[in-house]
């Protein structure tokens, strides 16, 4: 299986705007879960946002000011962030893992990283005061 692609970071100022995008051939259509990680220096991965069945579903830091989306034609996930903060200065990754069973209940969940096995190499995203 070939991992996500991550592309779109880069440098901007408090206040920007950036959308990453993530290549996901073969992970899109329902039975993988794609998501939006980050880490930063010294801090553990954070979850910040995945598309399931019709719902979104983001991470307190990431509410508000992101946007996860998909194009299935393309087989992209997208996030768009916006009112962008020195704080989340970090490199971004998109993270696919298969869904669990929707028959017991399952989701996919960004609170931990457990359930992400296709991991991109990230893109750097910097933002400036």
């Known amino acids: 299986q070939v991992p996500p692609v991550e592309s779109g970071g880069g440098s901007v100022q408090t206040g920007g705007s950036l959308r990453l995008s993530c290549a996901a051939s073969?992970?899109?259509?329902?039975?993988?879960?794609v998501a939006w990680f980050r880490q930063a220096p010294g801090k553990a991965r954070e979850g910040l946002a995945v598309a399931d069945d019709g719902r979104t579903r983001y991470s307190t830091s990431a509410q508000g000011r992101f946007t996860i989306s998909q194009d299935n034609a393309r087989e992209i996930v997208y996030l768009q962030m916006n009112n962008l903060q020195p704080d989340d200065t970090a490199l971004y990754f998109c993270a696919a893992g298969r869904h669990p069973a929707r028959s017991l209940g399952g989701y996919c969940d960004i609170r931990d990283t457990s359930g992400y096995d296709y991991w991109g190499q990230g893109t750097q995203v910097t933002v400036s005061s």
């Open positions: 073969g992970y899109t259509g329902g039975r993988y879960c």
